[in-house]
């Protein structure tokens, strides 16, 4: 039995140069109801992304007119919060580390089962929609450590005012542990929709590395997500709100 749809407004954007494979995942996709979009290159992938509102990209790395990761990178610099399942035949730790380093929220190395990606896109798209809102004027900044994280425009702010860009896995993180500070969280909570295999998991464990390192960058940031061995990860701060 299928599983229900998130919505049947959620807009999925397929990004293939092979139309073949193209063609393939969209007709996958059909089966939940999902709005679908389809294109060979990068450049069709900006001016589609100028003209319709999409919630989520699966996006293959090698286009005929650039590197996906590029892409990625350019849209996270843009503040853009479109989720990124990243497909491509390249299978290293290295691809799959930088791929979730500039963005990606997620990574499917060719070839893939289709209900996988199925599957991933469906967590991807509920996990957009659970994702807490805060109200612009009531609750527009999280203070910890030296850090304010903006809960509108979803980046750190350095008492500097220099901005650091967080992909969206990595803001899901930040507010899992803002929203329970000095508690040690086990790997089960910061990944809900993995909960059965979470203990397994090494996503997790790029995406809290990475940042880390982007906390890092201050005096202080290196010893805000503290490892509790056994036991999960603690943002070992309080937190306040303005």
Known sequence: ????????????????????????????????????LGVGSLTELRQTLREESVDLIVLDLNLPDGDGLSLCRELRAEGSAVQIIMVTARGSAIDRVLGLELGADDYLTKPFEPRELLVRIRNLLRRGRSEP????EAMRYAHFGPWRLDLVQRRLVAPDERLVMLSSAE????????????IVLAREALLPERRATAAFDRTIDLQISRLRQKLAVLPGGSELILTVRGEGYVLASAVDYS
């Open 133 to 136: 809102v805060a109200p612009v």
């Open 1 to 36: 039995m299928t599983d229900p749809p998130i919505s049947p407004a959620a807009t999925v954007l397929v990004v293939d140069d092979d139309a073949d494979i193209r063609d393939l995942i969209i007709g996958q996709l059909r089966q939940e109801n999902y709005r679908l």
């Open 171 to 182: 803001y899901r993180l930040l507010c899992r542990f803002i929203e329970e500070p000095n």
